[in-house]
């Protein structure tokens, strides 16, 4: 998509081997095999996978071993036991994690797709799964686009892209290029598979299906093989050394016995007794049962638990990696404030922009008008609009002719301030200090504008000129209510919390200044320029990630893995990191606050 970006509907078309006027008409079948089917890789509920996970266990072999051995030497009550408890521990696990992931199979396969393609000259609805690059596709208000699109045709498009970019704000889209290297939340020529169309329409070209879109990249790389959890190291780790000393022991026992003089078969068979009796056979069923009961637990807070040993590690958390849109915040824009600048109330201003929307019975229209209408100030409006001009994104307005209740004719300009003020005459001086002021702290503004006409007047693109600023409408997306409370409970566990965010850098420091997190921030830009060693020197002092893409988080969160927790010298301010011995009672060595938790030595 970011070649795509760059190129021009003419040459897009060429590249893409289709016709405009009548879309794919051969090959289909080939362009199918060639690309695949248009679906993401995604988890799929496995029998032998899911018993593999059971069956890893070093211990568990240790007591198969030990079920065997005593049934070759006749104990087969012994073995039997075993043998049980074995089943018993496999068993509850496995049941537990297929039927999660069964769950989570079932939810995914309740959804079904259908778009509408151009195909040999006509429209035909098909199932997104059959789309392959070139099909021309139609896109409308609440639709999930179903492909990587090179957009040929908007009307007022608009699309919520917070799933890849992290942005609560819709981003608004264009036939026009931009140039190589533009990041993903700037690429205004294309809609992105998984975004949502959240208003307008547009018809663009398939440019990539399936995992090859920018959301199927995303994908497949969450279905790759989970690295082990802390717990499963340790355990295996536990697991190992209880095989050597039986190993050991074992073997030691049986020599010395053979070297008293002892009977050989009575010295094997005692040296096995200690070998099983030093094995918990207990352990694994233990284990299972009171994940399996934690799981069970957690199901009642609604939370699904797909693999059991991730429970202990929730419990372990020292550094947690959260977005900020949806997750912090409401993930929708919220109405703050109205700034006149001039004569006008608050309220006056809010219900001029009110009435440059494009709705006409109060509902439907953009995520901004939604949140100016919920709002509204109290009593009704007496204007009447006569005419609409939508809004466009070359002009980046829109506007509406009302009558208000005293007769007079109004165009209300309601817009992107920079594109509204510069239609405007005599804008007070303290215009750009608000409007600086409210993007500093990184809310969304839209500024409002009126030109008294005549009577009868027929509304043109000519009256978005000579206007009268009236004032600001300034929409954040805030806080979630109890999201400083969250923080604080996992500041007191001693969680370190830093947001990793596609939005921009301002709106991000600004939120998290609000929650009391902090503020050191780096970009995607940032990101590209550090190897992994200097990410993580940039990790320790670094709380705010923003702009980022979902590769870029991916990397964030394996280097976080891989970089663990850091001793720092008072005395000297040097760091080690650890795994190492911990520092001795009274040394010069603290723990560094990204790391509140005492290390294991």
């Known amino acids: 998509m970011a070649d795509a970006a760059t190129w021009d509907t003419v040459s897009t078309l060429r590249a893409m081997h289709v016709d405009a006027a009548v879309g794919v008409t051969d090959d289909l079948a080939g362009r199918l095999a060639r690309s695949g089917p248009n679906a993401v890789t995604s988890h799929r509920a496995r029998v032998l996978p899911a018993l593999g996970h059971q069956l890893a266990s070093p211990l568990l072999g240790l007591l198969v071993v030990a079920a065997v051995v005593s049934a070759a030497v006749g104990e087969r009550g012994g073995a039997a036991t075993i043998a049980v408890v074995v089943v018993l521990s496999v068993g509850l696990g496995f049941g537990n994690e297929y039927r999660a992931e069964r769950a989570a199979q079932a939810l995914h396969d309740q959804v079904h797709h259908t778009t509408v393609v151009l195909r040999d000259g006509r429209r035909q609805e098909v ?38 970019t992290g942005e609560s704000v819709p981003a608004i889209k264009d036939t026009g290029t931009v140039p190589a290297g533009t990041p993903l939340a700037e690429l205004t020529g294309c809609a992105l598979m998984g975004t949502v169309v959240a208003a307008g329409s547009g018809h663009g070209i398939v440019v990539a299906t399936g995992a090859a879109t920018e959301f199927g990249g995303v994908a497949v790389g969450l279905d790759t093989h989970p690295l082990d959890t802390r717990f499963q190291v340790g355990l295996r780790s536990f697991s190992v050394l209880l095989a050597w000393v039986a190993v050991v022991l074992t073997t030691a026992v049986l020599v010395v016995n053979v070297a008293l003089g002892r009977p050989l078969l009575d010295a094997v068979l005692f040296s096995l007794a200690i070998a099983v009796g030093i094995t918990p056979q207990l352990l694994p069923a233990v284990v299972s049962s009171s994940l399996a009961a934690g799981s069970r637990r957690l199901s009642r807070r609604h939370v699904l638990v797909k693999r059991l040993v991730c429970i202990e590690d929730l419990g372990d958390v020292d550094v947690l990696l959260t977005d900020k849109t949806g997750t912090l915040t409401e993930g929708r824009p919220v109405f703050l404030r109205a700034v006149p600048t001039g004569d006008d109330r608050p309220e006056d201003v809010l219900r001029w922009g009110l009435r440059a929307t494009e709705t006409t019975d109060g509902t439907g229209g953009n995520a901004l008008d939604r949140a100016l209408r919920a709002a509204e100030p109290a009593g009704s409006d007496d204007a009447v609009r006569l005419a609409l001009l939508p809004f466009d994104h070359e002009r980046r307005l829109v506007s509406a002719l009302v009558r208000t209740a005293d007769g007079t004719c109004v165009v209300v300009t309601k ?145 976080q893995r891989r970089t663990g927790g850091e001793w720092r010298s008072s005395a000297t301010g040097s760091t080690t990191r650890w795994p190492c011995t911990a520092p001795t009672s009274g040394s010069p060595w603290s723990l560094r606050p990204t790391w509140p938790r005492t290390p294991p030595t």
């Open 127 to 164: 199932d997104v799964t059959g789309l392959v690059p070139g099909d021309l596709v139609d896109i409308a208000l609440g639709d999930v686009v179903p492909a990587d699109l090179r957009l040929l045709d908007v009307t007022g498009l608009e699309c919520d892209e917070s799933v890849l």
């Open 415 to 559: 817009g992107a301030p920079e594109a509204v003020l510069d239609r405007c005459v005599d804008v007070p001086s303290g215009v750009a200090h608000a409007l600086a002021a409210e993007f500093a702290a990184g809310n969304r503004v839209v500024a409002v504008a009126t030109r008294t006409v005549p009577g009868g007047h027929a509304l043109t693109v000519d009256d978005e000129h000579g206007l009268t600023v009236r004032g600001l409408l300034v929409a954040s997306d805030p806080p979630k209510d109890d999201a400083a409370d969250a923080l604080s409970r996992l500041a007191d566990l001693g969680i370190t919390v830093k947001v990793v965010t596609g939005d921009a850098a301002p709106v991000a420091v600004h939120v998290c200044r609000q929650l009391g997190l902090g503020d050191t921030v780096l970009t995607g830009a940032d990101l590209a320029v550090l190897d992994d060693d200097e990410l993580a020197a940039a990790l320790a002092t670094t709380s705010v990630f923003a702009r980022v893409s979902p590769q870029d988080k991916a990397r964030i969160v394996a280097v």
